[in-house]
């Protein structure tokens, strides 16, 4: 123990760097954790979507037009803030091609308090490789 306070004494600018590496480490951790909590495999968006969830699209209108859940509704990242679904307590499930703009989105209304809300993990890709359904406009 004394060798490694005198290694600490002798080395602040090392353990210091240590102590910040371990600290960016367990922050990044902490911040990919609290972003799973709101994602959904597509098993479980499935089970959201019979509970009576609304399904919105965040894709470009030309994507959302090739093809996209059942029922769903094409909104814009920016406009998704003032959508009227998020008005009320029904369910919101988020939806992009791989998952990340959903995520990204799901994040901003979780802080904005819009806390029945969840991102499709995967996205429409990982929708479509479980052979789930879509539509085309």
Known sequence: MNQLVEFASSHPLLVLGVVAAGLAVLFNELR?????????????????????????DIRDANEFANAHLIDSKNVAPDGIASHKNLKTNKPVLLVCDSGAKSAKALVVLRKAG????????????????????????
């Open 114 to 137: 819009h806390a029945n809300t969840f991102s499709l993990k995967g996205g429409l890709a990982a929708w479509q490789q479980e052979n789930l359904p879509v539509e085309a406009a």
């Open 32 to 56: 990919i954790q609290s972003q799973g909590l709101g994602s959904l495999t597509p098993a479980e968006a499935v089970q959201l979507i019979n509970s009576g969830a609304a399904v919105l």
